[in-house]
């Protein structure tokens, strides 16, 4: 078992795990996410090397057996220049996942925890990740992690 920082090289383990938290949008939130006629437009090479490569953004991933079994993502964020926010930076986390048969062990946990290092060695210290209604065990996952709920989004459609 090890956690590291995503390497180019890992695109295709990443983008296995990657698939099954897509699959959960999909369908759940369907009215939103289509299916992908390429499966590598679920998460494009070019983001990957980007996310891999920038100062501000990183991927962990956890390996088991020499397989990629889990995943986090996240970049350092800048707050708008809007006068009524205060400014300041946080880590907006874009995902933690793992596979199905590697879930409950730990692993979330320990993802979420080296990304969360990884912003405080950059002197940030503030993290938002948003989180789809329907995935009550995410909620739970953050909520147990010390994550607060600060904000409801909704929605309407007329359709």
């Known amino acids: 078992m090890n956690i590291r920082e ?6 295709e383990g990443f983008l ?4 099954e938290i897509e699959k959960l949008h999909r369908e759940f939130v369907n009215w939103k996410f289509r299916e992908c006629d390429n499966e590598q437009n679920i998460f494009p090479y ?3 090397k980007k996310m891999v490569e920038k100062n501000n ?3 962990y991933i956890f390996e088991f057996e020499n397989k990629i079994v889990g995943l ?3 970049e350092i964020v800048e707050s708008k220049d809007i006068p009524v926010l205060k400014e300041r930076e946080y880590l907006k986390i874009r995902t933690v996942g793992v596979l199905p048969e590697y879930r409950n062990k730990g692993i979330g946990n320990k993802l979420l925890k080296e990304l969360e290092n990884w912003a405080m060695s950059k002197g940030v210290y503030d ?3 948003d989180v789809y209604a329907f995935n009550n065990s995410a909620l739970e996952f953050y909520k147990n992690n010390d994550f607060d709920v600060y904000l409801y989004g909704l929605r309407k ?3």
């Open 127 to 129: 993290f938002e990740i």
């Open 57 to 59: 953004s990183n991927i």
């Open 16 to 19: 296995s795990v990657f698939k």
């Open 46 to 48: 070019e983001y990957y």
């Open 6 to 11: 995503a390497r180019i090289d890992d695109y």
């Open 72 to 74: 986090s993502m996240g």
């Open 157 to 159: 459609s007329k359709n």
